[in-house]
Structures are given as C-alpha cells and as structure tokens.
T-cell receptor, first 113, second 113 residues
Framework: QQQVKQSPQSLIVQKGGISIINCAYE??????FPWYQQFPGKGPALLIA?????SEKKEGRFTISFNKSAKQFSLHIMDSQPGDSATYFC????????????FGSGTRLQVQP | SAVISQKPSRDICQRGTSLTIQCQVD?????MFWYRQQPGQSLTLIAT?????????ESGFVIDKFPISRPNLTFSTLTVSNMSPEDSSIYLC??????????FGPGTRLLVL
C-alpha cells in the first residue's frame, strides 16, 4: 500500500484553540482524502472528506485544506473542545476498483479545559 | 450511513485456537473490507471481502491465516486461525458507501494469551 505520512504523533491544545494535523501522500492516483476520528474502544468514524478538485472544505468547526501540487492536506479544528480529544487518522484512496483506504499513522489529540 | 455490527465485541483466546468474527450490515453493500489495528497503531487492510468469490488479500496476509467468507451483500466473517499473541489486535470491518466513502464497525478486541 502506498504510504500516507501524518504529523504530529500527538498534540495538546487548550480549549478554544486551533488544532492542526498534517498529512502528505505520494501516490498521485489518490483522489479521495477522508479524515476519521476514533475514541477509545470505538471504531473510526468518518469526520470529513475532500477531493483534489477543491482546496478547502469546511463542516462546522472542521476544515480540510488541500494542496494538490505539494501533495499535502491538513485538518483544522477550530475552537477545540475537550470532547474533541480523540485519535485522528487521515486516509487516502484511489480509483483502483476496490477503494481500499491507506491510513496515516494517527494523531492523538488532547484538548485541555 | 450504514449501521454495522460486529460479534464478538471482544474476546480472550488461547494460542493455537481460532476465532471467527462476524460483521453484519443493515443494508446491502457491494464492498466490505477487513482491517487490523494493532495496539496504539494505525489501521492496516487485511483483505477485501468479495461477494461470491474469494477475498483479495493484501501483502503480508494469507488466506490460510485469515480465511474470509462473504455469503451475501450484508454479511461477512473473518477467521483468525492458529492464533499467537502477535495476533492481539482490534479487527474492524468496513463497508463502502457510494464511490469512495467507507464506514467502520465498532471493532472486535482480541487478546491472545
């Protein structure tokens, strides 16, 4: 599987602050980039996703920024809340017929009250 | 989004035994996948469960170790055979929705002693 690199590994943010998680990919055949949120003891939940034909997508406090030329994308969580404390995974998939996801290594976010 | 259930939710098994994990979806889906998430790690695709044909395995995963069934469009099983402590992981099924989106089940937490 083609690699997706994610940073940072862990992140501590104060309540109300902005959390930023970055990902980079290599395979130019990737054409769909979702972010998943995972709480302890739960399966990953789809948070937001973007396609490379747009540079930004916003849903509530969550925004994906996408830089196609740099092959990078990032998740911004505005007004971070303690309830956002979870592990976040970026992922990517391409038009290979079976649409399997390649995941980043994950970022453990802790939002302090 | 699809509602996905997995059984069992967790299990503790002895080395050398096998465990079959079930994944049930509340609607018919074309694509089902099985992932492994080792403790504190990211998700790695084991195989794509194909309805009516043999599963497609990723590099490093073989049918003898992880046999998969997909008897219909709402159900799949993954068996972890001849288990060793290294098989202790969370096993997750996911389903494809639309062209790219994937939703995950709650996972099966396996501990092998």
């Amino acid at each position: 599987q083609q690699q997706v690199k994610q940073s940072p590994q862990s992140l501590i943010v104060q309540k109300g602050g902005i959390s930023i998680i970055n990902c980079a990919y290599e395979n130019t055949a990737f054409d769909y980039f979702p972010w998943y949120q995972q709480f302890p003891g739960k399966g990953p939940a789809l948070l937001i996703a973007i396609r490379p034909d747009v540079s930004e997508k916003k849903e509530g406090r969550f925004t994906i920024s996408f830089n196609k030329s740099a092959k990078q994308f990032s998740l911004h969580i505005m007004d971070s809340q303690p309830g956002d404390s979870a592990t976040y995974f970026c992922a990517a998939t391409g038009n290979t017929g079976r649409r399997a996801l390649t995941f980043g290594s994950g970022t453990r976010l802790q939002v302090q009250p | 989004s699809a509602v996905i259930s997995q059984k069992p939710s967790r299990d503790i098994c002895q080395r050398g035994t096998s465990l079959t994990i079930q994944c049930q979806v509340d609607s018919q889906v074309t694509m089902m996948f099985w992932y492994r998430q080792q403790p504190g790690q990211s998700l790695t695709l084991i195989a794509t469960a194909n309805q009516g044909s043999e599963a497609t395995y990723e590099s490093g995963f073989v049918i003898d170790k992880f046999p998969i069934s997909r008897p219909n469009l709402t159900f799949s099983t993954l068996t972890v055979s001849n288990m060793s402590p290294e098989d202790s992981s969370i096993y997750l099924c996911s389903v494809g929705a639309g062209a790219e989106t994937q939703y995950f089940g709650p996972g099966t937490r396996l501990l092998v002693l």
